[in-house]
């Protein structure tokens, strides 16, 4: 970000502080003397003379992070902020704390980093109304999923992506799904207009996803990714409920044909669907220090014009995950006599059409992978149906249930 | 984009007149009573006491919709139009025109109808420097020759094109790439910042690829598409040359792996390349009524939240068409010995690499298709070369030239 500042020096924006902890480690020697290195925080944050006009935070998470964001627009001060989080979770206040104090807040780094998914909302599809947004949010599941895709094994991935510094030591944030949740309460807030608690969203894991559930997806024209989606509930005739979202973030069969399944790496990519303009797709490089930096800067020059925020109203809305989808459900299983009709007898009790049942050859017969497809049926009705199923004792462990995009 | 307004009645945005020729057969009843009809312009565009406080013009054109945008803005009224040919033309100067009159001219509609490409460029990549700009940015050609991918020949869809009313009678400022090249000029000022006027920018129509063309792409694993494209000319060591830009709008090959090759239909796509953030994908409905009409009414609840453009600076530029790219290149020939040696030859004696020589089976000998293709190589050597081929007396017609993305 600084880089960009020093080499570009966009009209209107001066670099006037770096805050860091043991600056003397830190210090670099492009930086122009003119900036003031400093490890005193209340010193920017304060409206004493020569402080900063505005704060760029860049540190992430809610502690101390919001306490430096609240502080500084108490002082009047405009902030940037790539801290998904803390606007996931704290925004809604903090833009009204913001507004109260005629100052801005702005974060167009928080979702999709070098990607203007948040500024194409609010200036180009202010006009339109938004009813669905699908995404891969994480670049981390979405590296490991397209390396799984082309052979590799969850752990030997994950463990290339630690080497590259794509993946954290404790993977949890990402691979758990609650990184992109964040993420998507934020584009639920500016694309739906809605506002949720990013706990409320369904959080499904990628670390049960097996390399021969790529196989089978192949085998179904379709690959496998993260995908963040949200939309409004649809009643009997196909309306919008307002005020009704289902909303999740799990690894999903993402049809070979669908712009999401053409990620690559830790790319990602955001899907609106509006009521007047159709799709929109947005996609490029979510992470890393450029791609967030050109983000900020962005942010930055547009505070610098006097541009400001256009003010998307929102309302509290409820969030559930009933859908009506179809499911691809992987079972492994020690092969006898009557699995199949288990399977299909429960599916059947909940009025559940089977679709497909794939078995590749080439298994063991005690740990026997096979794969079962349904047409779409409610997520609740499923959930009956595979609680009985797991009674059955032929099964080695818990199916694998992923949604069908 | 009257009916979104109806519908959706964004907040500080109210619909007051209507002005049309003719207006007694327009008129519709789902238009509120309130509304104002006429076939009065100068009455909207003054300053008289009723008269409205945003103009939108969506007539198109330079005459007369250039004297309705200049007068409005003279009388100090913000314009919010889709009108391409206008901004492109005359957009500097309408800025300039507005800035000193203290309103806006807003025209996120202009280029790629709803998809926010504008927006994303001045609110989300103005902290970048974008290096290149690629796109499929006329609707028509890209419906034309992704039917002709699927196997019709050039006249059948044009018919068909017309009949969906994807195509005007005459079809000559899409198909010969003059639509595009108006919008190229655009996205050139915004995204690299350069002044250009449109008709510098070399256009090659679409009308002479054949079905023939994409059955040897294929073989090539790629496919057809009309490309605008724009990127700093690079000096001897890969650096950008600040003020001289290579830009072209013509059909060219594009590898079935690169995102321009997935939109289908009527669908339009940008690709951005910025220093900094690398390659950022927009796409979606280019064109249409909704789209437009969404991309429209953003514009205008920007204006009524008092969002300002972010002025993106630029400089005048020279354009020209030099670029090192590989080539395709189709004959139609009387075969006869010496046909390839010819050919080989005039390349050679220009310094550029023959890479493959396709002949598909199953054509008359006395008119044979077949196909060149040629490693990286000046535009200007090509040009020579082919000149020099032109002269070959076996040759039925003009090769046709496709660069290769």
Redesign the interface.
Known sequence: MAR?LVE?A??GVELTHIFNRKVARKRVDWIPGSVTWTEDADSLLSSAPGAPDVIVELAGGLVPAGDWVRKAIEAGKSVVTANKKLIAYQGLDLEAQASAKGCHLLY?AAVAG????????????????VERVEGILNGTCNFILSKMEAGAEYDDVLKEAQGMGYAEADPTEDVAGYDARAKLAILIRLALRAQVHPEEIEACPITDVKAIDFSYARDLNCTIRQIARAQFVQDGIGNSTAGQLSATVRPMLVPLSS?LA?SRGTENMVVTT?Y??????????GAGG??T??????????LA???????I?SQPAKVGTELEVPHYIRFLVNDRPGIVAGIAGALARENINLNAILQKPGFPLDRLPFVVTVEPCRTSALKRALKEIAQLPALLEKPLDLQML
């Open positions: 960009i570009s966009p009209e167009g070098g990607i203007p998914v948040i500024p194409g909302l609010e200036h180009g599809l202010a006009g339109d109304r712009p053409w509006g007047y303009g159709g799709d929109v797709v947005f996609s490029g490089h450029n791609p930096a050109v983000a900020v800067v962005s942010d930055l020059v547009g014009q006097g541009s400001c925020r256009i003010a109203p």
